[in-house]
């Protein structure tokens, strides 16, 4: 019978030691992981627009942020315009041009979306939305921009560099539970007798 105490003792003992280790290394992956997570989360705008009259262009614009899950109030305006403005993206010692689309107001100008370097849909976006104001025969308009912070930034290299770097010092981590784990119960069981 004291042999089943002990061995009940014994494995109690390493299943607890298990189970704080797996919590530990948890705890320690979520701090590494959780300050990245802003930096995978996208975000879109979503334009909705109505022509009223000949030229008479109402819209509605709502901002979304981490894929949908928290979004801004939607704004409603009268559209005139949309102007496509160029600036300078510096990065190390390259030199690039991003684009951003402010869309021309009642009331100013507010900003649409900043795509970056990306002048292909910048210029695509900004013609569809001059197109649509000089009557091209479409009642409604409705654009999504959206991208990643990765993507945005141009950082999808990094990124999967981030996960790489991550899988290892998990794996990292894992082993060295799994060791200490072992020397602790053979330290343990030495130390018993």
């Avoid at 684009?99 to 021309?104: A, D, E, F, G, P």
């Amino acid at each position: 019978m004291r042999d089943f105490f002990e061995w009940l003792v014994e494995t109690t003992h390493s299943i607890l030691m298990w189970i704080v280790m797996f919590i530990v290394m948890w705890i320690i992956m979520s701090i590494i992981a959780l300050p990245t997570l802003p930096f995978l989360l996208g975000k879109s705008v979503d334009l909705n627009c109505t022509r009223l009259e000949v030229n008479y262009v109402n819209c509605q614009q709502q901002r979304f942020h981490f894929y949908h899950l928290w979004s801004e109030p939607a704004i409603s305006f009268r559209l005139t315009g949309a102007v496509i403005e160029k600036y300078d993206i510096q990065t190390g010692d390259s030199r690039d041009t991003g684009y951003k689309i402010y869309l021309t107001t009642s009331h100013g100008k507010k900003e649409f979306y900043d795509y970056r370097r990306d002048d292909d849909f910048a210029l695509n976006v900004h013609q569809t939305l001059n197109q649509f104001l000089k009557g091209s025969g479409e009642k409604s308009l409705h654009i999504l921009a959206s991208k990643s912070f990765w993507g945005e930034m141009e950082l999808i290299p990094v990124g999967f560099g981030y996960m790489i770097i991550g899988f290892f010092l998990f794996l990292v981590l894992l082993f060295s539970c799994l060791f200490l784990g072992i020397y602790l119960l053979e330290y343990w069981k030495i130390r018993r007798f």
